[in-house]
């Protein structure tokens, strides 16, 4: 069964650190680019790094120079660095695998895992 | 304020058929493929339609999509009780570098 099950979330300080990670399963991980996107409560959508197969990153400006994407494809898994993290990154953060200019869609979500930030 | 432009909420009766847009600019929907992901509440996102009108394996044909210059268009026929929920388009912005997502429509079955 092809599966993402993220991992590491909880509550922060306000200008603390965490790291988020997100477990591959099912299918052939290095093949495929790979996202984090966050949903506060009761908002939308917000897509938060992209990492290609050749380890190309990409972020939004919103986080650039905060988090920092990565992936160890000898462990099927993908990261999510977090540093100096505010009050407005308080979300559920999905790991989603899919092509980076969207060719395919995000086909495969994980459940979700909740970072709080708050003193 | 989101880069792709959706209606908050449309709603319609079983069995009737509802469209839902979103709106962009050359730089996205206008030369990159869209997405359309289903939200139920509670879970996480599901896609729907992806290269602006292919589905997924399981996903029923009373879901479409289309596109036509810088916008697209989600549409759900035979409208059912279960298709209540958050639906957002998504797509590539070549002049951001940057995956972009609509505000999310919500869809109400009265």
């Known amino acids: 069964e092809v599966q993402l099950v993220e991992s590491g979330g909880g509550l922060v300080q306000p200008g603390g650190s965490l790291r988020l990670s997100c477990a591959a399963s099912?299918?052939?991980?290095?093949?495929?680019?790979m996202h984090w996107v966050r949903q506060a409560t009761g908002k939308g959508l917000e897509w938060v790094s992209a990492?290609?197969?050749?380890?190309?990153?990409y972020y939004p400006g919103s986080v650039k120079g905060r988090f920092t994407i990565s992936r160890e494809n000898a462990k099927n898994s993908l990261y999510l660095q977090m540093n100096s993290l505010r009050a407005g990154d308080t979300a559920v953060y999905y790991c989603?695998?899919?092509?980076?200019?969207?060719?395919?869609?995000?086909?495969?979500w994980g459940q979700g895992t909740t970072v709080t930030v708050s003193s | 304020q989101s880069v792709l432009t959706q209606p908050p909420s449309v709603s319609a009766a079983p069995g009737q058929k509802v469209t839902i847009s979103c709106s962009g600019s050359?730089?996205?929907?206008?030369?990159?493929?869209v997405s359309w992901y289903q939200q139920l509440p509670g879970t996480a996102p599901k896609l729907l339609i992806y290269?602006?009108?292919k589905r997924p394996s399981g996903i029923p044909d009373r879901f479409s999509g289309s596109k036509s210059g810088t916008s697209a268009t989600l549409g759900i026929t035979g409208l059912q009780t279960g298709d209540e929920a958050d639906y957002y388009c998504?797509?590539?912005?070549?002049?951001?570098?940057?995956?972009?997502f609509g505000g999310g429509t919500k869809l109400t079955v009265l």
């Open positions: 989603a695998r899919g092509g980076i200019v969207g060719a395919g869609g995000m086909d495969v």
């Open positions: 099912g299918f052939t991980f290095s093949s495929y680019d």
């Open positions: 990492i290609g197969t050749a380890g190309d990153t």
């Open positions: 050359s730089s996205n929907i206008g030369n990159n493929y």
């Open positions: 290269e602006n009108n």
């Open positions: 998504g797509t590539w912005d070549s002049s951001l570098s940057a995956q972009v």
